[in-house]
């Protein structure tokens, strides 16, 4: 298959346009894209064009049923430049997963990886090797067909973009409580990544910047008396030496970072629980001082440090201490994908 990828590159590099030192994220994009169409009940070859506007009819579900769904990984590249990607199998097996769940047509995982990595080799002068920067990978597929009935689309797009991106959150986070409005809801899609499931978050995320806050940590929509996730993270918290972070289901997306945590985190003998958390088990341990440390997970930040809880009109504050688990965790996922230590566990992939 992958012999088969058609290749056009670009007449016109962007590539010395970029600076390189002064990276944001996600807002620039590599020379080329990976399109592939699904038409008449089948996955086309992919095909590597030079990145560009794509043009839609009007009647195109995504526009009116939101059928689309995402995923996000990175390249790195070490010293020498060579380029490695991240468990990129889960993330491609993951896409099939919101797939089915949003009525999409499975794609079969070698388009994904083997497109992938020709992609990757076309732009890979586009990966950023300083420090805390990498190439940041969305694929994502979209109903392009058409039609205003409300039944799934028969024609779909998948397109890989990518971007050099430097580090996406700085600094600890100040988080509130959400206990009005849930991210997801038992049966739904929560644990898919859909672009849904970030749309609906936006409101409430604005309601809780409006309040200085910087981010909202989902509770559980029955009760609200559970957290479930740190906006588009993963949760953990500590309390005294344990690590606790909750059990994922269908309201929760099995996040890679999360897992690739729980296995470091055993590895380093830290004790570690996944059982539910309430917002009142939170809320004691910081008045007894044994809530040590909070955080979210995820590709884009790896780990992202929690300094305040808001619940109720009260801010609850975590102490700040040397050698948190945040960072151990942090530096020992990041050591192991920019191939600084041995990789015990087949998660890094040479390009
Ligand atoms: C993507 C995502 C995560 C993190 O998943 P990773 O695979 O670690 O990047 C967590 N929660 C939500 C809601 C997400 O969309």
New binding site residues.
């Given amino acids: 298959m992958k012999d088969n990828i058609k290749i056009t590159t670009t007449q016109s590099s962007r590539l010395s346009s970029v600076d390189f030192n002064n990276l944001s994220f996600g807002n620039i994009f590599s020379d080329h894209m990976l399109i592939c169409n699904f038409k008449n009940s089948s996955w086309e070859i992919p095909q590597i064009v030079p990145y560009q506007p794509i043009t839609l009819d009007p009647s195109s579900k995504i526009f009116h049923y939101g059928q689309s769904i995402f995923e ?2 990175k390249a790195y590249k070490d010293v020498d430049d060579n380029i490695f990607l991240f468990r990129p199998k ?2 491609a097996q ?1 896409l099939n997963i919101s797939a089915k769940r949003l009525a999409i047509p499975e794609i079969p995982e070698e388009f994904f990886l083997e497109g992938l990595k020709k992609l990757l080799a076309v732009d890979k002068d586009w990966i950023p090797n300083s420090p805390g920067s990498s190439l940041y990978i969305r694929p994502f597929i979209f109903a392009s067909g058409q039609g205003f009935h409300a039944s799934p689309a028969d024609e779909y797009k998948f397109i890989i973009a990518t971007s050099p991106s430097g580090s996406y959150f700085s600094g600890k986070v100040k988080v509130l409580i959400e206990e009005t409005f849930s ?1 997801s809801a038992n049966g739904g899609v ?1 644990f898919a ?1 859909a672009g849904g ?2 749309a609906g978050q936006f409101f409430p995320t604005q309601l809780a910047l409006k309040k200085g806050y910087d981010q909202v940590i989902w509770t559980d929509d029955t009760s609200h008396e559970y957290i479930e ?1 740190a ?4 949760i953990f918290v500590r309390i005294k030496d344990t690590l606790i972070t909750v059990p994922t289901n269908d309201r ?8 690739s945590i729980l296995k470091i985190a055993e590895e380093e003998g830290i004790s570690v629980e996944i059982r539910k958390i309430s917002v009142s088990e939170l809320v004691a341990s910081s008045k007894a001082g044994t809530l040590r440390e909070m955080f979210g ?4 930040a790896v780990v992202s440090p929690i300094s305040t809880f808001g619940f109720r009109g009260i801010d609850y504050h975590i102490p700040e201490f040397d050698n948190t688990y945040a960072d151990l965790l942090k530096n020992r996922i990041t050591a192991i994908q920019t191939n600084k230590v041995e990789d015990n566990y087949g998660w890094r992939v040479k390009i």
């Fill in positions: 996000g990984l889960d993330n993951r991210r929560g990544k499931n970030y996730e906006g588009a993270m993963n929760i997306l099995d996040g890679i970072t999360r897992k997970a995820g590709t884009a």
